[in-house]
């Protein structure tokens, strides 16, 4: 769809706006006035400014998909912007929450797996305990990463928050999620970084396990390497 709304001159708003209810509306790019802040326009209009092109594509994807946890950090942004105003650096939380964003996932496995990703024991995560894959899920939340895989390359990587609540349904997770967002815990970046094309099942080349021979993709964690995190 996205390709098909890009190259036959549709303006990716409309198309969004025409897909189903939506919990904003989409607008065209200069609907921003000059100077406004993007998060506090949102916020405050709800109208989502979208350029012609793949990223803007998937960003108004995950609004349908994703309402509840896309206002939530709609809000908590414009309120940090409201605070803080707009600086060099976006501060703690304003970070984390455009890390999650962009490139965030939910990811709902047994504890070994976790406990293999958090430790970034790669070798583990993906081959020793490849059959116990089959008990996990990983729900894409990242518009950037959408956009990313469009091309897969190998190096890409999600920012994963650990799902601790029934994934039956994309709505439930969408729910959940948006309980999650408190300003203290997520400031931390409460993610673990996970090459997602790596994940059994997510692409052919990981058949052969020497796939995870790249240090340059699959880095040890600082601890394991001698350094201090």
């Not at 414009?78 to 964003?101: C, S």
């Not at 406990?115 to 008990?135: G, H």
Request: aromatic share 10%; proline share 8%; glycine share 6%.
């Amino acid at each position: 769809m996205a390709q098909q709304v890009l190259q036959h001159g549709a303006p990716v708003h409309r198309a969004l706006q025409g897909a189903m209810a939506a919990p904003v509306q989409f607008v065209p790019q200069d609907d921003l006035p000059e100077g406004a802040a993007y998060e506090q326009h949102i916020f405050e209009t709800r109208r989502v400014p979208t350029r012609d092109n793949l990223h803007d594509f998937f960003n108004g994807l995950v609004w349908l998909q994703f309402p509840q946890a896309k206002r939530r950090l709609n809000e908590l942004q414009a309120g940090a912007i409201a605070a803080h105003g707009i600086g060099a650096v976006r501060g703690p939380l304003r970070d984390a929450l455009t890390v999650f964003d962009e490139n965030g996932a939910l990811l709902d496995a047994p504890a070994p797996i976790w406990q293999a990703l958090q430790a970034r024991e790669w070798t583990r995560l993906f081959v020793d305990l490849r059959p116990l894959w089959r008990e996990a899920r990983l729900l894409l939340f990242g518009h950037a990463l959408l956009e990313k895989l469009v091309a897969p390359r190998k190096p890409i990587v999600a920012h994963v928050y650990r799902a601790q609540c029934a994934m039956d349904s994309v709505a439930n997770a969408d729910a959940w999620l948006a309980q999650q967002m408190e300003p203290g815990h997520w400031a931390g970046k409460p993610f673990s970084p996970l090459p997602v094309l790596g994940v059994p099942g997510w692409w052919l080349a990981n058949e052969d396990l020497c796939f995870y021979d790249d240090p340059q993709v699959f880095r040890p964690s600082r601890t394991a390497s001698g350094k201090t995190l």
